[in-house]
């Protein structure tokens, strides 16, 4: 009977973000569902052309259109308010906040910001790294089991990519926003993290010769 010996490793690295990503949203309430509509679209038009002079068309996508009835202090129907989100790709952090002033600046009160997340945007260096600390961190726990038992590692059975990635940091902001001055992103550093399940073969004694 075959004996394996199956582990999981993780590995890490770390990597400065250098792009961001904007949730923002046009919102507008009005008496009525075609002025509510109306008003909504004037200022979607008026974030788009502000987006795309700081990122490509390509980067700018819709998130979400909603419409509900809205009410007022009393709960009494008071008309309709809708609101558009937007998803605005950033290749570079200094863009980034000279774009959401941009957008304050545009739109005042109506602009509701989501989120800003940072990401990495060339990350292929930095996932090969931490998969490669992954493949060590499991042979290690592999070995050391294997030691416990009186055997040793032989051949290798599977590898199985899972988990891990990049997870990109999220920083909340005001619902609204009015800008003076260009917002300023600090990016620091985010982790880029890989997971493998790997297999081996046990074989023989510590001491005894590894087979060919």
Avoid: C, N
């Avoid at 989501?114 to 060339?122: G, N």
């Avoid at 590692?153 to 940091?169: A, M, N």
């Amino acid at each position: 009977m075959d004996h394996t010996v199956t582990v999981t490793g993780s590995g890490a690295t770390l990597a400065v973000p250098d792009t961001a990503v904007l949730q923002v949203g046009a919102g507008h309430r009005a008496a009525d569902l075609v002025t509510a509509l109306e008003g909504m679209t004037s200022t979607l038009d008026a974030m788009a052309s502000v987006a795309r002079a700081h990122t490509e068309d390509r980067r700018i996508s819709t998130t979400d259109l909603q419409v509900w009835p809205a009410y007022d202090d009393q709960g009494q129907p008071a008309g309709f308010e809708a609101r558009h989100g937007l998803r605005i790709t950033v290749p570079d952090l200094p863009t980034a906040g000279r774009l959401l002033s941009a957008l304050a600046t545009a739109v005042g009160d109506r602009l509701r910001v989501d989120s800003v997340s940072l990401e990495v945007s060339e990350r292929d260096e930095a996932l090969t790294a931490a998969r490669e600390a992954a493949f060590a961190d499991a042979r290690a726990r592999a070995e050391h089991l294997a030691e416990l038992g009186g055997l040793r590692l032989g051949s290798l059975v599977q590898v199985v990519e899972g988990g891990g990635g990049v997870v990109p940091r999220p920083m909340a902001m005001a619902a609204s926003a009015r800008a003076a001055k260009d917002v300023s992103f600090q990016a620091g550093e985010q982790a880029l993290s890989a997971e493998l399940t790997v297999t081996w073969e046990l074989v023989g004694a510590p001491g005894e010769p590894r087979a060919v």
